[in-house]
């Protein structure tokens, strides 16, 4: 099955370290992915792509990386040791991800004899993975002519299959966050509620405007959502207004508030998104798909629908 456009590509960046980076680029997939007819999200084909070579992507669907084929890593150096592979070939698809989300779940909860719960699996998603193999890539294309856009040329395989693509990136401003940010169009960033939240802001605007200049004039800020919210917190309000007074309305009315069910949502087998319906018994999940809905509102716009 094709697409018919072009798909939208996100790159969601911050190179400050636990700002939820990665728990909202999968949550966002996995909602796009699975829809919401009541919250009107429609369902979406995505690929969510990890260039961080913690590989925290792959863990979060349960998927022991010991098992993994080819990644990320293979696809980035294509060529240079005289092996090439596909993107097809270092996918995982929805059958992949279930399965793995299954048995996750049963071995975080032997004691649960009547097995995973229905929803417990995921259509339309595919993963295109990474593991600690990618932190060498550095070093090893750091010569190579066009080496900012090795994932660009890779993306190209992807273009007739996918509504969305969703990069999640490591906590640095190196080769690997400029190789996303030269495929992508749009840049999603989550910024931790803390006090020096946007002190590092700065800089990362700079290496997008240095993008945009040199090899991506496309490059454009999708918006900016607050994490690891505390509510009722004073800190957080000024962080909020201090973002609103730079950003304006690209900063995301909706903020992922700090919680205990989202950390502990591997012991789940899947996201918070997938393992928990999102209503006022489970908030945090409701928090990410009202997120989402968002999201996906601007994606609309994007697409002109």
């Not at 018919?4 to 728990?23: D, E, L, Q, Y």
């Not at 201090?242 to 995301?252: L, M, N």
Request: charged residues 20%; glycine residues 8%.
């Amino acid at each position: 099955m094709k697409s018919m456009a072009k798909p939208v590509v996100i790159a969601v960046v911050n190179h400050k370290g636990g700002c939820s980076k990665t728990t909202t680029a999968v949550n966002l997939a996995s909602s796009l992915a699975t829809g919401n007819v009541e919250m009107g999200i429609k369902a979406r084909r995505v690929l969510l792509i990890d260039l961080d070579p913690k590989g925290n992507v792959a863990t979060t669907f349960g998927i022991d990386k010991r098992t993994l084929g080819p990644t990320m890593n293979e696809l980035f150096k294509g060529g240079i040791d005289g092996t090439q592979v596909s993107l097809n070939q270092c996918l995982l698809g929805p059958g992949n991800l279930t399965q793995s989300m299954k048995k996750s779940w049963r071995k975080h909860n032997p004691e649960k004899k009547r097995g995973p719960p229905k929803e417990i699996a995921i259509n339309n998603l595919w993963i295109l993975p990474a593991d600690l193999d990618l932190s060498g890539v550095e070093i090893d294309l750091a010569t190579r002519f066009g080496r900012e856009a090795r994932l660009k040329s890779v993306l190209v395989q992807a273009e007739e299959h996918f509504d969305v693509i969703i990069i999640d990136t490591p906590a640095s401003l190196g080769l690997l966050t400029t190789n996303a940010l030269t495929a992508a169009q749009w840049v999603l960033i989550p910024i931790q509620a803390e006090f020096y939240a946007l002190e590092g802001m700065g800089q990362l605007m700079n290496m997008i405007k240095d993008v945009q200049k040199a090899v991506n004039p496309d490059l454009r800020l999708f918006g900016i959502v607050l994490t690891m919210v505390q509510t009722r917190s004073k800190l957080c309000e000024t962080v909020t207004e201090q973002a609103r007074k730079y950003f304006g309305d690209r900063v995301f009315t909706t903020q992922i508030a700090r919680s205990i069910s989202i950390a502990e949502s591997p012991l789940e087998g899947a996201p918070i998104v997938i393992a928990k319906k999102p209503n006022k018994s489970n908030p945090a999940s409701q928090n990410l798909w009202d997120f989402a809905k968002e999201a996906d509102l601007r994606i609309q716009r994007i697409q002109g629908n």
